[in-house]
């Protein structure tokens, strides 16, 4: 069963007696452990559509399932939960706790889910670490180390709760190309390990390139797909 099923989604801003319409009208689905990118220009659409596949805001008109629920039908508390056990996000600006460690910012996301053991709290933030290869640097603060480094930090913290989706969007913006094309790895090797579907934006025509699934998106509508196939089942 796909994980996500839009359905002819729009969404409309209003601004004073002026409607901007960013997304007019896009259909596409998405299967589970898929590696996929949305690219497009500066004001194509990608944050208004990543905002809504994650529950932040809601679609003007059409469908829109996400993990099997329905998600214009959550208010604003169901919306949050669902949030909470089904997706992670990683920001252009990384978007660390300064006054939070390496290992606590990771930690950070587990200290909202109820009743969690500290041991299993301690094994998960370890195997994170372990993970992004971060181990070594897991008691520096977010201002000691780089950005490639903090993005790292970004993925195991969306990936600590062990959700279904993460969302990048535009993750790569402040990296140099070299540590951009690492980041993306990174992210293709937990979808690898976790089986966990990275959607990620990008205005950048080389970075897309590392996507298995590439949707472009042109002035609120998708403009096309293409499949690359690779490693996941979409
Ligand atoms: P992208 O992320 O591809 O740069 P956005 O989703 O941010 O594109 O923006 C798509 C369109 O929606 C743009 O025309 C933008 O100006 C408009 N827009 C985005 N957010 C808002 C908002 N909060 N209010 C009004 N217009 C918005
Ligand atoms: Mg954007």
Redesign the pocket.
Known sequence: MSLIVATNITKD?Q?GDVT?R?LKGLSFEIEPASFVSFV??????????LNLIGCLDKPTDGKLMVAATEVLHLDRKQSASFRGSNIGFIFQDFNLIPVLTVYENIEYPLLMVQNMPTAERNQRVNALLTAVGMTDQKDKFPDQISGGQKQRVAVARALVTNPKLVLA?EPTANLDHKTAYMVIELMRKMRDEFGTTFIF?THDQKIVGEAEIIFT?ED?ELKGKENKGGGGNG
């Not at 497009?40 to 559509?49: D, F, I, Q, V, Y």
Request: hydrophobic share 20%.
């Open positions: 801003y601004t901007v960013a497009g220009p500066s004001g194509s659409g990608k944050t208004t559509l969007d934006s998106i609120g």
